[in-house]
């Protein structure tokens, strides 16, 4: 993450000096997330086959690979094929280490674990928007790009030196005598599944939407800040959730998953009302400070669901269909929110997504209730 977050402020311009038009600029941005969705389930089901470890090694020498290709390209058609690559990458690591992660966990003590290793994602989007805005001034804008492969590169020995191979039930077995569409089909079916899936879906939208879109704009045209002072509360945001996820993954642990989420759901709507309410700095940090705690809550609490719920034998597979959800509210948080305040108020996007928030944790609700 601290690798992936490096090289988000200066993609745009970067893809600009290429000769990029605004489109091919968004296509740089897209090509990632759409390289992730396609590859999410292929990359678990993978990592059933071949095993963990193999996995990982192959999505960090992606990484490595796309770092360099970008540091290197002559076109923004080669920057986009990069990013595409990247994206494929991110797949390739992040479902199998979810996945790896679940296979060596304390079946008593998923959720605080969990919580451990999603806040050093959070810890990685903390620093690395401002590492690469320093390399960049420093070396160029070729730099950060660099600076990712080098990193990965550390992550692909970490990986070949630290991680224990895990079981793969014979190269695949369990694939020879189901069909995947089947596995699929019946993960789908899975009431915790689905409920794991509705609260990915909702929580990346909620996330995205907030703190790429609404929080930055609201900020800066109602509010008057500084870019300055917009970074200090998105970093506070990413900061507060990397303290809080290992104590909201021992709540998840005590309360159950499924009622930590509704919990989380309805304070995060609560807060995510607030924004608007907000007239200047001091008092959208401390907003901003409680969407940071409420938000920290959900993503522990989801996850130790979707892996307690999946089969060992396939986990890889369940983890990929969980990545695919998580990646589309990736995608679609920004451009909803982006729509609803071309024709509203923005105040209103705000109460619109606490309404998400409010409706996700109803129907997390009724899903519990269900034998």
Do not use: W
């Amino acid at each position: 993450m601290l690798g992936a977050g490096i090289i988000t402020p200066i993609l745009p311009k970067y893809a600009e000096n290429l000769g990029a038009s605004y489109i091919y600029v968004g296509f740089t941005i897209s090509a990632f997330g759409l390289a992730r969705i396609i590859t999410d389930i292929p990359s678990g089901t993978l990592s059933d086959i071949v095993g963990r470890r193999s996995t990982l090694l192959l999505g960090t020498t992606l990484y490595v690979a796309s770092g360099l290709v970008a540091a290197y390209a002559t076109s923004i058609e080669h920057l986009i094929i990069a990013r595409f690559l990247q994206g494929v990458g991110a797949a390739v690591y992040t479902t199998p280490a979810l996945a790896y992660v679940a296979d060596i966990l304390p079946p008593t003590q998923k959720g605080r674990y969990i919580g451990y290793y999603q806040s050093s994602f959070f810890l990685g989007s903390v620093f690395g928007p401002s590492l690469g805005g320093i390399l960049a001034s420093v070396g160029g804008l070729r730099l950060p790009f660099i600076t990712l492969s080098a990193l990965s590169l550390v992550s692909a020995l970490a990986t070949y030196i630290s991680v224990t191979p895990t079981p793969t039930y014979r190269k695949g077995e369990v694939y020879e005598r189901e069909n995947i569409l089947s596995i699929i089909t019946a993960t789908l079916r899975s009431r915790a599944m689905v409920v794991s899936y509705v609260a990915a879906v909702t929580t990346f939208f909620l996330s995205t939407a907030i703190k790429f879109t609404l929080l930055p704009i609201y900020s800066a045209k109602v509010l008057n800040l500084s870019e300055g002072e917009i970074g200090l509360v998105l970093t506070l945001i990413a900061l507060v959730n990397f303290l809080m996820m290992g104590r909201s993954g021992s709540i998840a642990d005590k309360l159950g998953a499924e009622l930590t989420m509704i919990y989380g759901f309805i304070l995060s709507g609560l807060t995510t009302a607030l924004y608007p309410l907000s007239f200047n700095l001091p008092i959208l940090l401390v907003i901003a400070c409680g969407f940071g705690v409420t938000t920290s809550l959900i993503v522990p609490a989801q996850v130790s669901l979707a892996v307690e719920s999946s089969h060992p034998k396939h986990r890889g597979l369940s983890m990929g269909i969980y990545r695919i959800f998580s990646d589309i509210g990736l995608i679609i948080g920004p451009i909803l929110s982006g729509a609803f305040i071309e024709f509203l108020p923005i105040s209103y996007a705000f109460y619109f997504i606490a309404g998400i928030c409010f409706f996700a944790a109803f129907f997390i609700y009724l899903m519990q209730r269900r034998p």
